[in-house]
């Protein structure tokens, strides 16, 4: 199997109850799952192993005409990148997780509101706008938006050992489990399953570490 064919969402590495998967999503479901176990645990491993899986679910999502997570998995990279730098720095590594304030709680909020509409308006009008490179019209477009943006806010939340960062990866993950079933990414709805009972687990663990 060449590379072009890993990468393709049509080579099934096997069938499961009906369900065939390819090469691509079990790598990426399995990349991003050990990258969520190990944040949850304060593990600075979790972001190397993090941006291969969102390489993974990059070419995943534009497949399966999911704009918004396409382009979501873009932020990811640089935050990404950003997390391990970050964490890396001495005074980071021996810091511990702790609440925002009210104020920085607001602002957040405010901005994931204001940073849902302008990409639903976006990735709505993407098909229309570069239809060489979007020949589908986007699908699920607010609720897509909507998990996108909050998953930028809990990144960088998540980057600064913000415990808030939990909020909302709990919330994205149950709205994600709903979405990807319907998309018919059945696994990648069960990583959402597993991923929400992680994020429960790493807003308990964060909580008694601060």
């Known amino acids: 199997m060449d590379l072009a064919s890993f990468f393709d969402i049509n080579t099934i590495a096997f069938t499961l109850f009906g369900y065939p998967m390819s090469y ?114 986007a699908t699920y477009v607010l609720i897509d938006s909507l998990t996108t943006v909050m998953s930028f806010t809990a990144t960088i939340l998540m980057a600064q050992r913000r415990i808030e960062c939990w909020y909302y990866w709990i919330t994205v993950d149950v709205i994600a489990i709903w979405l990807y079933s319907v998309k018919g990414t059945l696994l990648v709805a069960l990583l959402y399953a597993i991923f929400l009972v992680l994020a429960s687990n790493g807003w308990r663990l964060w909580r008694k570490a601060s």
Do not use: C, M
């Not at 799952?33 to 390489?55: A, K």
């Not at 940073?115 to 589908?136: C, E, H, R, S």
């Open 24 to 137: 691509l999503e079990l790598a990426g479901t399995i990349f991003n799952l050990w990258s969520v176990w190990l944040v949850g645990r304060g593990r600075i491993s979790n972001w190397p192993i993090g941006l291969i899986g969102v390489v993974l679910f990059f070419v995943l999502f534009y497949q399966i005409q999911l704009y918004a997570d396409t382009f979501e998995q873009v932020y990811y990279f640089f935050t990404g990148i950003y997390g391990w730098w970050h964490w890396s720095k001495p005074k980071e590594q021996a810091a511990k997780p702790r609440y925002s304030s009210r104020n920085y709680n607001l602002l957040a909020l405010g901005i994931t509101v204001v940073g849902t509409l302008i990409l639903a308006f976006i990735i709505g009008n993407l098909d229309q706008w570069l239809p060489a490179y979007f020949p589908a019209p």
